[in-house]
């Protein structure tokens, strides 16, 4: 397996600019997903990886081979795209060994290795069948298992689950994991479903507008994001968001306030920050919980009851629509009135330029 390098990497169709200078490492056996909301750049990024698509600008480094000019075939990666792309007269047998009969491995060596993925993938009773006769996970075993056999030094992954329903992406997910788990293999993974991510990725690059917006791991991201942008999108419900004004500003903690939230103190940097500036506090859903005298005061809009928890929609004071997910079934009505306790260690603020002023960790 191999670890990869991205050196400000550029693409351009024109004068349109696509991916904005990218800088990332990846090692060796590391699970790393792309994401984003669409049109953000991560399957351009990947197909360049592919060599699919010409790099503008900068280097890419796979192992330690400079590939920027290497043909997709001689780059050891190979890739699960988002359509099948099966062939229906074949068999699943021969669809999994297609690359490495065209590549003339001996008949022997191609069986073991068909086989060995087979057996990984536990579809060692589907060989005879052809795709027709499969259902869409079972499709996406064979795409997958097409991959494994060529030995790549780097899986590349483009929205691979994308065409399931919900039950089968959950059950797919799972198998994807086990199969990172079993090969240890360098895994590079797209989607637009941040739950995938969060739930895959040992490291996850969150990009919009062709630029990296951060990078860490999912707990990382989801505890201290670094602007707004990255706040809302990752975790499900996204934060709720709404204007404070500063209050009090102390040596760790910025005092905040409005006509929606009664006064809060949250731990913060607060270097340039006074009395009177304008700022966004977030919240996350589940960080709510209902208290006689909670900060965040609303009128229920809409009540979802899924057992285990409850989704209250909530229109503040201002008319700004906030999400809160309470433990248990809570007995709620639409149009009455509800207050919400915040907890301040869980909130986050932003500056105007979006940027979260995050307390240093202790």
Known sequence: MAGLELKNIQKSYGSVEVIKGVSLSIDDGEFVVFVGPSGCGKSTLLRMIAGLEDITGGELFIGNKLCNAVEPRDRSIAMVFQSYALYPHMTVY????????????????????????????????????????????????????????????????????????????????????????????????????????????????????????QVGSPIDLYQRPTNLFVAGFIGSPKMNFVEVVVEAVNEDNIMVGSKDVARLGVPATVAGVKVGDTLTLGIRPHDLSPATNGAVVGRVSLVERLGNETIVNIELASGIPWLAVLDGDQALRVGESIALAADPAKAILFDRTGQALLAPIA
Not at 125 to 152: C, E, N, W
């Open 94 to 213: 021969d669809n999994v060994g297609f690359g490495l009969k065209l590549a003339r491995t001996p008949k022997d060596v191609r069986d073991q290795k068909i086989r060995n993925a087979a057996k990984i993938l536990k579809m060692e009773h589907l060989l005879d069948r052809k795709p027709g006769q499969l259902s869409g996970g079972q499709r996406q075993r064979v795409a997958i298992g097409r991959a494994i056999v060529r030995q790549p030094e780097v899986f590349l992954f483009d929205e691979p689950l994308s065409n399931l329903d919900a039950a089968l992406r959950v059950d797919m997910r799972m198998e994807i994991s086990k199969l990172h788990q079993t090969l240890s293999a360098t895994m590079i993974y797209v989607t637009h479903d941040q739950v995938e991510a969060m739930t895959l990725a040992d490291k996850i690059v969150v990009l919009d507008g062709g630029v990296v917006q």
